[in-house]
């Protein structure tokens, strides 16, 4: 009866999407302020809908209702609770539900939180809105139905993946979804701007506050993906560029080159055109990315069951979504009149090389994803591309814009000196040629790339936190006018500061676990000692396990350096009782300057085991940065002048606002 | 104008990439889970292995493939192999066909364990080679138990099926390839 109900709601939510996505358009033409304000209602009555259905399936899972076959083929009732929860998007069509549900949150939060947006922009924004709604909810009733029922119910379902019973996994798609579905936001008001033909200061500053959630809730998803893959599949490493890893991350490059670009809208009506283009581009991406995922078109270990039907559908799809939107694009941006004029050397100059350096790369990750498809029509064969590829093509293209990224922020409008700006940075410079020498000191002159690479690192660091100084007076005023100055920094400025110093931290990690890694495989019989870079790892013994779902071997390593303990490492290999699929669980032991990190694998003929040690230099420094950025995005969000849209803030500006808009409207 | 060609641009590139999505998803019998095995269409490897003690059954070698001039089935299995469980009726069937070799070879698995499970289960290989230390196994590229390889009268490998065989593969995918390659001869 639930499922049924369920069922219902999508379909309701369908005929809502529909009339959301035609009425409040013509409402905007003929401005009939009615037809307009129906975008919002029906945003809410679609999004209700939408929880109801979501709901239905979470209870399903959650009751472990064996008479859906959504339900009986990925969860099981010896799953724990939190897994049966998450097992509602662990599978193609429930995280389908999900990707709309999200989709209608958003829409939801446009039309509540835009109240001071121009009520033809609301309107046209929440119509694009539904339509990819529309979309979805057709693609999920047709191919993908989480409702259906089965005939003959099986006794018991057949378990979810027991790669994604980890907590990580948990929480990762959801982020990861707010992330791509949120920059259907910025595509919409891009839309809504290519059919007004307007595009403004106003524009951008509402833009910005949607592409910097979607930005924020991408790089949690991604760094908690990357995480769950260090962890989890027990390879050490923390990046693969797998197809899925990579189409998650093109619209991450896409949209910090949007975020960038946006400024430049906001503060000097510029690149305006640019902007569009690459509001477009950023969520094309995530469609792409959602269609590649699920279409079977790339092999990946995180394809979803595949079904050409449905692949050609999402990319029927697709093909509207994208290329409706660029035959707009080309039809109506030739028309956008351009804004300020600048010299190359300017801020806005460092945002424009910031966006060709982003899209540049980009580029290269989305070519080296879809090469394999290139070759095959080709008639190459199937082949797959590595690491290689990326470090000669996207390390390159990254390289200059990290050196850039703290002296952006230092460059005035309009035009610069670069001279000065350097000068600016002399003391930075210094101390980056002393994080250098001591880099190169302590590894005892490694390979000199990955040094100079440290340095690289310490120089965005330092430089930001220079441009800091530099914006509160540190060491140049008194302390207590720095003080000052430093409270009334605004969200912004803090997240600004915070983003690029996280990011430096983020590479520094990435740099010293990639040219520093040591790992070694042994079997060990229990009693005996691995010594890996300098820790010795004895195996104390191996016991078996019994879990709720699953049985698992756990060997148990004492971690010494020198004779001195440090700790204990508890590794498992468990094989779950349904799906008969083994996965590690490593163990890690984290310390700041980097983790111990222990495996362990099969018996052996002579009663030994076979047991990988990884030595991963400063790798926790990866997720720490990226922490950093997600924070950064949340403070930035806070600043009130992006809070022009919401309700609250600076009242008075707003009523003004809205009144005159009203008369506007009239 | 030649503003305008800029602003299509990204709408032609667009169709051209979604023509060829459109290629590789509608192309008839691409499935991307099968990874193309290098062995396909090549001679089978060299190898010699010895039989299992006690079993009844001789191990075999290369030169037992093109021996009697019927095609042979060369499963991969361990007694420590779930599926292999799974797929062994399967096993069962191809073993009672007098038309084809069905060969098993016994990977990475202890002697006693092996000799175990086939009693147990019932042995349907008409000959059993072991190679406890996957040697043989690195040859024939086998990255997972079990795996299924057809191999034809001349020694040529002709199709590799990669893990346990499901309800219906046995009757759709390896069957016809044997009658196949039988009526081929």
Same mark, same amino acid.
């Given at each position: ?315 029927? @799809? !697709? #093909? =509207?979504?994208?290329? &409706? ?9 030739? %028309?956008?009149? $351009? ?108 390979? @000199? !790339? #990955? =040094?100079?690479?440290? &340095? ?9 936190? %220079?441009?800091? $100084? ?197 | ?185």
């Amino acid at each position: 009866m639930i499922a049924e109900l369920g069922q219902f709601a999508i379909i309701m939510a369908l005929l809502a999407a529909i009339a959301q996505s035609i009425l409040p358009l013509i409402g905007a033409e003929r401005l009939d302020s009615r037809l307009m304000a129906f975008g919002g209602q029906a945003s809410l009555v679609q999004l209700l809908f939408v929880i109801l259905a979501f709901g239905c399936l979470t209870q399903a899972y959650i009751v472990s209702d064996f008479t859906l076959v959504n339900v009986a083929e990925n969860s099981h009732s010896t799953k724990p609770l939190l897994y049966k929860i998450s097992g509602v998007w662990g599978n193609h069509e429930g995280s389908m539900l999900l990707w709309i549900l999200i989709l209608a949150i958003f829409g939801a939060a446009v039309a509540a939180f835009g109240r001071n947006l121009p009520v033809t922009l609301k309107a046209r924004v929440l119509a694009v809105q539904a339509m990819i709604g529309v979309g979805f909810l057709t693609f999920l009733i047709f191919t993908s139905n989480p409702f259906t029922r089965l005939l003959m119910p099986p006794e018991n379902g057949r378990d979810l993946n027991p790669l994604l019973q980890d907590p990580g996994l948990a929480f990762h798609p959801p982020m990861l979804y707010v992330g791509y579905v949120g920059f259907s936001v910025a595509f919409s008001f891009a839309i809504a701007a290519l059919i007004e033909g307007k595009v403004d200061a106003a524009w951008a500053r509402w833009v910005r506050p949607w592409t910097l959630t979607a930005w924020t809730f991408l790089t949690g998803g991604l760094a908690l993906g990357s995480w769950w893959a260090y962890y989890e599949l027990g390879w050490g490493g923390w990046w693969f560029w797998d197809p899925v890893e990579n189409v998650a991350f093109m619209p991450w490059l896409m949209g910090t080159a949007l975020l960038h670009s946006a400024i430049v809208v906001e503060k000097r009506n510029s690149l305006k055109v640019w902007t569009i283009l690459l509001a477009i581009l950023t969520f094309s991406l995530s469609l792409i990315g959602t269609f590649i995922v699920r279409s079977g078109l790339l092999t990946s270990v995180h394809s979803f069951a595949v079904n050409p039907e449905r692949g050609v559908f999402i990319l029927f @799809l !697709l #093909a =509207i979504a994208i290329g &409706g939107s660029l035959t707009l694009f080309a039809f109506r941006a030739p %028309s956008l009149k $351009a804004g300020g004029i600048f010299s190359p050397i300017s801020r806005e100059g460092g945002l424009l090389l910031n966006n060709l350096l982003l899209s540049t790369a980009c580029a290269t990750v989305f070519l080296g994803t879809l090469y394999p498809l290139f070759m095959e029509a080709l008639g190459g064969g199937r082949v797959s591309i590595g690491p290689p590829f990326y470090n000669n093509t996207f390390v390159p293209v990254m390289v200059p814009l990290l050196l850039c990224v703290c002296a952006g922020p230092l460059l005035p409008w309009k035009r610069a000196d670069l001279v000065g700006v350097l000068g600016r940075l002399k003391y930075a410079g210094l101390a980056t040629i002393l994080a250098i020498l001591l880099a190169w000191y302590v590894t005892e002159g490694g390979p @000199l !790339l #990955a =040094i100079l690479g440290l &340095g690289m690192a310490a120089w965005m660091l330092l430089g930001t936190l %220079s441009e800091w $100084a530099d914006k509160i007076k540190l060491f140049r005023a008194p302390l207590s006018t720095s003080w000052q100055r430093m409270v009334k920094l605004p969200g912004s400025a803090w997240g600004m500061t915070l983003a690029h110093g996280g990011l430096a931290i983020a590479v520094a990690g990435m740099i010293s676990t990639t040219a520093w890694k040591v790992e070694d495989v042994a079997v060990l019989k229990p009693g005996e000692t691995i010594s890996v870079a300098g820790t010795d790892y004895r195996l104390d013994g191996v016991r078996e396990l019994v879990g709720p779902n699953y049985q698992a071997v756990e060997g148990t390593f004492t971690v010494s350096q020198n004779g001195e303990f440090m700790a204990i490492l508890k590794p498992e290999k468990r094989l779950y009782n349904v799906q008969k699929m083994p996965t590690t669980e490593a163990a890690i032991y984290s310390t700041f300057v980097g983790d111990y990190y222990a495996v362990i694998g099969d018996q052996v003929e002579d009663g030994g085991w076979t047991v990988r040690i990884y030595r991963e230099p400063m790798i926790t420094w990866i997720w720490f940065g990226c922490t950093l950025m997600v924070l950064a995005g949340f403070l930035s969000l806070a600043d009130r002048r992006l809070r022009v849209g919401a309700p609250a803030g600076k009242r008075k500006q707003g009523k003004r606002k809205q009144k005159s808009q009203q008369n506007a409207a009239a | 104008m030649n503003k305008k060609i800029l602003f299509t641009l990204p709408l032609l590139i667009t169709l051209v990439l979604f023509g060829y999505f459109f290629w590789a998803l509608t192309k008839p019998g691409r499935d991307p889970k099968i990874l193309p095995s290098v062995l396909i269409d090549k001679p089978a490897p060299e190898f010699n292995l010895t039989a299992l003690e006690n079993l009844g059954v001789p191990g075999f070698s290369r030169a037992d493939l093109t021996s009697n001039g019927k095609v042979s089935v060369v499963n991969i299995f361990a007694s420590w192999c779930v599926p292999c469980l799974a797929e062994h009726p399967d096993m069962v069937k191809l073993g009672k066909r007098d038309d084809i070799n069905l060969y098993g070879i016994n990977y990475r698995d202890k002697p006693e364990d092996a000799l175990n499970w086939l009693n147990r289960n019932g042995n349907p290989y008409h000959r059993v080679g072991r190679d406890p230390k996957s040697r043989t196994g690195i040859d024939w590229g086998v990255y997972g138990v079990p795996e299924t390889f057809i191999v034809d009268a001349t020694g040529t490998i002709r199709y590799k099926h990669v893990g346990p065989l499901n309800p219906g593969d046995l009757d759709n995918k390896i069957l016809p390839i044997i009658d196949n390659l039988q009526a081929q001869k």
